[in-house]
Every structure is written in structure tokens, then in C-alpha cells.
Nanobody, 120 residues
Framework: QVQVVESGGGLVQAGGSLRLSCAAS????????MGWFRRAPGKEREFVAA???????YYADSVKGRFTGARDNAKNTVYLQMNSLKPEDTAVYYC??????????????WGQGTQVTVSS
């Protein structure tokens, strides 16, 4: 199991940018896909982006073209660059090992997350 610590959240105006970081430890980081997820108030946790072990990325339609995922295997860290932020991006953001085809509600481990608040 990969252990994670997310950071970089904050309050930003609509149209602004934030860069989230996720420091990971545990399983061999460089061999696993990592994902970013978020949970907005009153909603279920949802997939945002996945970064494969080789750096290939996949995105939810709602963030495609605005968010960019990346990883640095030497630092055991994944990133999420968020641009053109919208109020509907407001949520607690989490990173985790990404398991293709498994919905977030079936994951049994989560870090503390980092709060992102976008004001209109």
C-alpha cells in the first residue's frame, strides 16, 4: 500500500492556478500508477487524473485541458497543475495509487487530502 501526504491546496479566485503535490512512500512507487481524486461537499469522491508509471496521463472530462498531472519517480512525488480553476473545482483533493476500473469508493486507504477552494 502506498502511503501519501498531499499538499498545495488553498484559496484562489476563479481563473487562477494551483499546484498540488503528493509525497508517496511504501510500495515501489516507480512501478505503480498514481491518481488524483476529489470530493466536493455533499458529493462522492471522484476521479480527476491518473499518471501511469511511465508518465502517461488520463483525465476526467471535467478537467481535461485545464489540469496536468506529472510525476517525479526520483522524488516519489506526483503533481497536479490546475489552471483556469472554476468554483465547481472546489473540493478536497486526494492522491492515491490508481487502480484501473475500480471506483474510488472501493479504495480502503486515503490520505488527509488538501482543500482547494475557488471563489467566484
Amino acid at each position: 500500500q502506498v502511503q501519501v501526504v498531499e499538499s498545495g491546496g488553498g484559496l484562489v479566485q476563479a481563473g487562477g492556478s494551483l499546484r498540488l503535490s503528493c509525497a508517496a512512500s511504501g510500495r515501489t512507487f516507480s512501478t505503480v500508477a498514481m491518481g488524483w481524486f476529489r470530493r466536493a461537499p455533499g458529493k462522492e469522491r471522484e476521479f480527476v487524473a491518473a499518471i501511469n508509471w511511465n508518465g502517461a496521463t488520463y483525465y476526467a472530462d471535467s478537467v481535461k485541458g485545464r489540469f496536468t498531472g506529472a510525476r517525479d519517480n526520483a522524488k516519489n512525488t506526483v503533481y497536479l497543475q490546475m489552471n483556469s480553476l472554476k468554483p465547481e473545482d472546489t473540493a478536497v483533493y486526494y492522491c492515491n495509487e490508481y487502480i484501473h476500473g475500480v471506483q474510488p469508493r472501493f479504495y480502503d486507504y486515503w490520505g488527509q487530502g488538501t482543500q482547494v477552494t475557488v471563489s467566484s
